[in-house]
């Protein structure tokens, strides 16, 4: 009975928290679909291809992503674009998003690969997360598209050397950002 009601919406939460905690890696759909508690036929079914259920996948998990960091973000905007990347660092320095991370690195690797879906999604991902940015920069900021990209540009290559063990690096890169 329970099956009747699954849709593309009541399945990507499920297959979602599979891919939060397993990685993109290696991703197959029959566990996918054991973790959403159906077929790997049902999976294609709701979501036509595996290629459309990945890209559906990666649009949710931006989506999730910039929800919670839009509710750890400290209300408002931020003062400057070295605040708004520093709070942006110190948010997702910790271990609740770390998750979001290790797919996000799974997504770069396919990029490198040149594989379509993930270069698609990050693409799709980065214009939401730069969007995002240019909405917290300070009101009075001079020029908030580019702003938002120094800040994004920024934060990726300090995420990169958190993730090689060099935070520090990052964080003493992002502190030369303009006030």
Known sequence: ?????????????????????????????????????????????????????????LAFLAQNFTASLDAAFPQGRAASRRDCALTVMDITGREDFQPFFRIWWDIVAGCQRGDPAYLAAAGDIMDQLTRWVANHLPEDDPDPDSGAKLVITAIEGAQMLAAIGRRGVGLAGISQLPQ
Do not use: C, N, W
Not at 16 to 29: E, F, I, K, P, R
């Open 1 to 57: 009975m329970a099956k009747a009601s699954l849709s593309r919406e009541s399945l990507l939460p499920l297959v979602a928290a599979y891919v939060m905690q397993h990685g993109l890696a290696g991703m197959s759909l029959r566990p996918l679909a054991k973790a959403a508690g159906t077929s790997d036929r049902m999976l294609i079914y709701h979501f036509g291809s595996k290629d459309a259920l990945v890209a559906d996948l």
